[in-house]
Nanobody, 118 residues
Framework: VQLQASGGGSAQPGGSLELSCVAS????????LAWYRQAPGKQRELVAS??????DYAASVKGRFTISRDNAKNTMYLQMNSLKADDTGLYYC??????????????WGQGTLVTVSS
């Protein structure tokens, strides 16, 4: 199973970006999904997650970011609005999946860079 993240880039404060992450390979089902980010010089942190129960967000992005999924396309999204300079970092997608042979595994995307500056 591979995760391919895309959509990163540069934005001005107050702007928007949408990240996507597509899962491919011997995949039966995507279970819990999440986006993490790592700012320069800081540890990786959980930004948003989505499960069968619902969604959850870091306090710093609540109300500005929206995580969603399209199971038919094996894709997850992160819509980021009202961007701030503090949102700058490498964004990683994470997926807990069930593979085609019914094993469970955790996978990471390669990271996509988001830079917010004026």
């Amino acid at each position: 199973v591979q995760l391919q993240a895309s959509g990163g880039g540069s934005a001005q404060p107050g702007g928007s970006l949408e990240l996507s992450c597509v899962a491919s390979g011997r995949l039966s089902r995507m279970n819990d999904l999440a986006w993490y980010r790592q700012a320069p010089g800081k540890q990786r942190e959980l930004v948003a997650s989505i499960s069968s129960i619902g969604t959850d967000y870091a306090a710093s992005v609540k109300g500005r970011f929206t995580i969603s999924r399209d199971n038919a396309k094996n894709t997850m999204y992160l819509q980021m609005n009202s961007l701030k300079a503090d949102d700058t970092g490498l964004y990683y997608c994470y997926a807990d999946v069930t593979t085609s042979n019914w094993a469970k595994g955790n996978y990471w995307g390669q990271g996509t860079l988001v830079t917010v500056s004026s």
